[in-house]
């Protein structure tokens, strides 16, 4: 058993074990560290396990409480025998080897207290957790946070201030994170079956706070994931801080979080609406109401919202656009509402909000009508002469539809088509999965046509009027909840 006493109140370097039953407290720094390096270390070097994929054993029944750190941490194991360690995921395997596809097997830690720890309840960077029947109360900052993917959060009781507490006020801040009690998790987590009690709004907007966090909601445009989160109660706790975009801060930042957050079971307004941003460009139009505090946590609006992101220009990294994007809203008259600007990202580092820079994108409304400009930082980036790929996301119906002003050199003559095959260039012509827009040779008739394209050759665009629908490639996802299913990402590709 690799099993230490540290300045950590246990620290466990090998998961297959069972920790039953103990009680780790006063530490100067965490709790319970469950630190599983790449390989083993020390006098236990030539042991030939991988602890960072060997499945776990039994983790049940344990208290963390009054440490200086997190009460539980699942991160940061050892990297060498002077004891450094680094960020670290946890990915344990059915044969204890290196994560692939397929060999991935459930971890599960049960019936956990962790209380007045002065950082998180839970800290953890994993995959496919699930932590279960959890009792977390007056920590400092957010009770359930890190890195995760496919994990469970369930049938627990979390609780910002209990009556276990001298003055009833909120511990003091973990940093300068309010407190909040489960993170967004990119909405990759279940969060289900769950108590959360006294977690109030923090004034800053800038940080999340209340039940749910969305601070982290950059992935996507439009973030369909909190159905992911049925049957949890809240009493005195508000469910959540609308933490502002950093493109909507000034100076405007480079990168953005989604636009709107479906909210299919009513925790911000009606049940089904989307969460926005109180701001016109996403807005006018739309049928809303404020989210509480009125005028300072966004609007619920009615959708649906689809998601524009994933730019590809002449062969560029698809997973890294980085340039300076302005998308202006038009109304009916083809007159501008308001604008989305996200500005240059810095390449391979964070901006100061902490989100990746090349996270860009923007939500749009059914029938909207959207002019994008690709720029850098002079304004003279010229139009893309050999292809745009883009993707949009959310438009599931045949009724669902968009028109965008996508720059491209007027030099050549376009083609565009849809398709729902990720690997965009294996959709051939006549393919099921495919929809080819027809090039029509005006404004009025583009306006006129369903799955039409224009291309304005003097203004360097092609237009497009698409719509939603295009026929799933493969078979349908039988996971309702899937991220094919709640999303069907369908790709936009304009060539010559």
């Known amino acids: 058993m690799m099993f230490r006493r540290g300045p950590s109140g246990f620290w466990l370097t090998n998961p297959d074990n069972t920790v039953r039953g103990n009680v780790a407290a006063d530490a100067a720094g965490n709790g319970f560290w469950l630190a599983f390096p790449e390989k083993p270390l020390g006098d236990n070097q030539n042991v030939p396990i991988r602890p960072i994929n060997t499945p776990l054993g039994v983790f049940s029944h344990n208290v963390a409480h009054s440490n200086n750190r997190p009460g539980i941490n699942i991160d940061f194991a050892p990297i060498d025998n002077a004891g450094n360690t680094s960020e670290t995921k946890y990915i344990p395997t059915v044969d204890g080897g290196p994560s692939r596809s397929g060999n991935r097997i459930r971890f599960t830690l049960s019936d956990i207290t962790t209380y007045k720890n002065n950082d998180n309840g839970l800290w953890n960077r994993v995959s496919w957790p699930d932590y ?27 609780i910002g201030v209990s009556l276990n507490n001298r003055n ?16 967004s998790y990119h909405s990759t987590f279940d969060i289900s079956n769950n108590v959360i009690v006294n977690f109030p709004l923090s004034s800053r907007n800038d940080r999340a706070s209340g039940a749910f966090a969305t601070d982290d909601y950059y992935t996507r445009p439009v973030d369909r994931g909190l159905v992911r989160n049925p049957n949890n109660r809240l009493i005195n706790a508000h469910p959540g801080r609308r933490v502002i975009s950093p493109n909507l801060n000034t100076p405007v930042g480079n990168a953005a979080i989604a636009g709107a957050l479906w909210d299919p079971y009513g925790y911000w307004g009606p049940a089904g609406n989307y969460w926005v941003y109180d701001v016109p460009f996403l807005t006018a139009g739309r049928l809303c109401t404020p989210v509480a505090p009125a005028g300072q946590n966004g609007q619920s609006c009615v959708g649906p919202y689809y ?24 109304d009916d008259a083809l007159q501008p509402i308001a604008q989305w600007i996200v500005e240059e990202g810095s390449g391979s580092g964070r901006n100061t909000f902490g989100i990746m820079p ?10 909207g009508r ?46 565009a ?33 369903e799955n039409s ?3 304005d050759t003097v203004n360097q665009r092609v237009w497009v009027h698409v719509r939603g629908g295009v026929p799933w490639s493969g078979d ?21």
Do not use: C
């Not at 090349?358 to 029938?367: D, E």
């Not at 930082?377 to 009724?399: C, F, G, R």
């Open 132 to 158: 279960v029947r959890f009792v977390s109360a007056d920590n400092a900052g957010m009770f359930f946070a890190g890195a995760g993917d496919d994990g469970r959060i369930s049938d627990s009781l979390v």
């Open 168 to 183: 009833l006020s909120p511990p003091s801040f973990s940093g300068d994170q309010p407190n909040t009690a489960v993170a």
């Open 307 to 330: 998601g524009v992101g994933g730019f590809r220009i002449d062969g560029s990294d698809p997973f890294k656009p980085i340039m300076p994007l302005t998308i202006t809203r038009l």
């Open 358 to 367: 090349w996270m860009r994108h923007f939500a749009a409304v059914p029938g």
């Open 370 to 415: 959207y002019v994008i400009e690709f720029r850098d930082a002079a304004n003279t980036l010229p139009p893309p002469s050999h292809e745009v790929k883009l993707t949009l996301t959310n438009m599931h119906a045949s009724d669902d539809q968009v028109i965008l002003a996508i720059p491209f050199s007027g030099s050549a003559t376009a083609r």
């Open 417 to 449: 088509y849809l398709t729902t095959r990720q690997v965009y260039e294996h959709a051939a012509p006549g393919s099921p999965d495919r929809r080819d827009l027809t090039p029509v040779s005006s404004m009025t008739d583009l306006l006129a046509t």
């Open 453 to 455: 394209m224009w291309q």
């Open 476 to 496: 349908s996802p039988s996971n309702p909840v899937s991220d094919d299913a709640l999303y069907r990402d369908t790709i936009l590709r304009i060539f010559r």
